[in-house]
């Protein structure tokens, strides 16, 4: 725009705010085409899944490389290795339609966050995983076919999935079901029986903050030396940045940019000791 012009538009207070206004409003105008989109295409309501942008691959690589004390290649590979499992692919999209819950699925799996939460299991080679809430198991057998993987390599691992919804947990079937369990009921009651060693901690069930940090509070005397906590709420609540500040770990923040979607994506945070 001409110097003058502009000089002349900020001395008018209605130009000028009209001006500031339009300006901060195309930061957003892009997603009312993606929400509209997405309305037409996609079946989902509830727990939305989205492909994460290249360039945030690369920083959830970098992240993980520091808290696993790998190196960026090694986890670009694992998440590579995901991204080309066409087994697993094709094993969630006969799961989704067999479940008869295809209406409020789609057919294109999009792992989001979930590519370090495989990531953190190739890496680490946990003897136990533990995911507080599992919804249709998505997370579950994703985590699952990274200790079936860590298996052929001759590390054994077990998963163990928590959830109130006794119908959840459907995609951990067939061969990922020799890895992994679902626990249900109330998760807080389930972790509070729990007598194994926890390697790796996800938290993503009832996201209310002070539920929690209860579930944290519960599983401190049940981690391993090394172990790893992962919170999926951490967008919404610091209870894991507080928790961490508690007891000494260290904590990290991942905020995901999904590709394409109006979602703003989720925060997840790792809490871990240096090793
Ligand atoms: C956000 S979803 C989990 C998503 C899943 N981790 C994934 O990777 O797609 C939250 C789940 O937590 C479960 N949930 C809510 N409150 C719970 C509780 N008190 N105990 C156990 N599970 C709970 C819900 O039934 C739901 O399936």
């Known amino acids: 725009m001409n110097k ?43 727990n939305y899944t989205y492909h994460l942008t290249e360039s945030n691959k690369d920083y959830l690589a970098q992240l993980l490389a520091h808290i696993l004390q790998s190196d960026y290649a090694t986890i670009r590979g694992y998440i590579a290795e995901i991204e080309n499992d066409q087994v697993l692919r094709q094993h ?11 209406r409020f699925a789609d057919q294109d799996i999009r792992y989001g966050k979930r590519l370090g939460w ?11 995983v533990v995911e507080t ?3 249709k198991g998505l997370g579950s057998v994703v985590l699952a076919a990274a200790l079936l993987k860590n298996k052929e390599e001759g590390f054994t691992g077990q998963f163990y999935g928590t959830d109130i919804n006794p119908e959840a947990g459907y995609l951990l079937s067939g061969v990922y079901q020799s890895v ?19 390697d790796f901690f996800i938290n993503d069930s009832d996201h209310s903050a002070d539920y929690e940090y209860r579930e944290y ?27 961490s500040i508690e007891q000494n770990r260290d904590f990290l923040y991942f ?12 925060g997840n945070g790792f809490s871990f000791t240096r090793r």
């Open 4 to 46: 003058s012009i502009l000089r002349a538009l900020k001395r008018v207070w209605i130009l000028n705010f009209t001006r500031r206004v339009t300006y901060a409003t195309s930061y957003f105008n892009s997603k009312y085409g993606q929400i509209l989109s997405w309305g037409v295409q996609s079946n989902e309501d509830t």
């Open 92 to 102: 969630i999209q006969t799961g989704i339609i067999q479940s008869g819950l295809a």
């Open 118 to 128: 495989y990531a953190v299991v190739r890496a680490l080679k946990p003897k136990i």
């Open 133 to 135: 809430g599992v919804d």
């Open 180 to 198: 992994g369990k679902i626990l249900y009921g109330d998760s807080i009651e389930t972790l509070s029986k729990m007598n194994d060693k926890i």
């Open 217 to 243: 509070q519960i599983i401190k005397d049940k981690l391993s030396d090394n172990a790893i906590i992962l919170g999926d709420n951490a967008h919404v609540t610091d209870k894991l940045s507080q928790f």
């Open 255 to 266: 905020q995901e940019q999904p590709k394409s979607h109006w979602y703003p994506g989720a």
